[in-house]
């Protein structure tokens, strides 16, 4: 065995599953003090005694051990133990400890998170942390629309589109990544133009047909987020007193449903512009 033993390595010598390993390595406190035990002791067997400093967090952790490809193997490993064509994982936000206390409060950043191994509904589809088949975007005659090219959703729109083209596209909550928030986006204005153009993406996704049956007719679309867009504007004024991170909550709510209003406008906001 080489100096760099994989995941599936250790799996193998300490009796798991891989993705008990991988929750040894993220430091999930789901795993028992015994399994723990016999995945690190495996890890030092295979290693020749070396371990990670005390103290070590992932992927540090990891990049001690010698696991430099430590997620993409257990992004390729969710991908054969599910049958997938596709495998999306959580992106972990790191905001700096200067943020504003309501953002930190907030929880901003954050976004949903699955067990391993369920099918990701078209609307949480994204890139950030993603495994997919070379052969689907090969058959693609375009990957990328460039109606998005400046709007943003590009994403979104390739991935609903091999989900409706039959793939089946995971979850793996083991393979988590950390991705540092930008200054620029410690603001409740980068916040509300976030909302909204993902308002408008879900929107353009929806009446292109992109989220097959789950998706909503047009009047139906319309008159949700006129009512959700009144809904959640009372009740950021109403939130207020509560703190200034719920009543930003429910203004992000409200202007990603003007953001789907704006869409029957015409209007798309240009992020990237």
């Known amino acids: 065995m080489g100096d760099s033993p994989t995941i599936r390595d250790v799996a193998v010598a300490a009796d798991v599953a891989i993705g008990t390993v991988s929750r040894v390595l993220n430091g999930h406190k789901s795993v028992s003090d ?7 002791k495996a890890i030092k067997k295979l290693k020749g005694g070396m371990m990670p400093p005390p103290g070590a967090k992932q992927p540090d952790r990891a990049a001690a ?3 430099a490809s430590w997620l993409e193997t257990s ?4 991908a054969a133990a599910y049958s997938a064509d596709g495998v999306l994982g959580p992106v972990d936000p790191l905001v700096p400890a200067e943020a504003p206390a309501w953002i930190r409060r907030g929880r901003f950043y954050d976004f949903p998170r ?10 949480r589809l994204r890139f950030g942390n993603v495994l997919l088949r070379g052969r689907l975007l090969r058959e693609l005659e375009v990957c990328f629309d460039p109606a998005y090219g400046l709007t943003g959703g590009e994403d979104g ?16 909550d ?3 990544v950390r991705e540092p928030i930008e200054q620029s986006r410690l603001s ?10 993902g308002g ?17 007719g047009r009047m139906r679309l319309l008159v949700r987020a006129l009512l959700q867009l009144i809904a959640a504007a009372t009740l950021s004024v109403l939130a207020l007193p509560l703190g200034r991170h719920r009543a930003a909550h429910w203004l992000t709510k409200a202007s990603a449903n003007l953001g789907k209003l704006s869409v029957f406008m015409g209007w798309h906001y240009r992020e990237y512009a």
Request: one cysteine or more; glycine letters at 8%; aromatic letters at 8%.
């Open 114 to 123: 699955m067990a391993s191994g369920e099918v990701v509904p078209p609307n």
């Open 75 to 78: 992004l390729d490993a969710a």
């Open 65 to 67: 051990l010698g696991f």
């Open 157 to 172: 729109d390739l991935l609903s589109r091999l989900a409706l083209a039959g793939a089946r596209i995971v979850w793996c």
């Open 34 to 40: 015994d399994v723990r035990r016999r995945v690190l």
């Open 188 to 197: 409740l204005a980068w916040l509300l133009r976030r909302s909204l153009r």
């Open 200 to 216: 408008q993406d879900f929107a353009r996704h929806s009446l292109s047909g992109r989220y097959g049956t789950q998706g909503t």
């Open 174 to 176: 083991e393979a988590i």
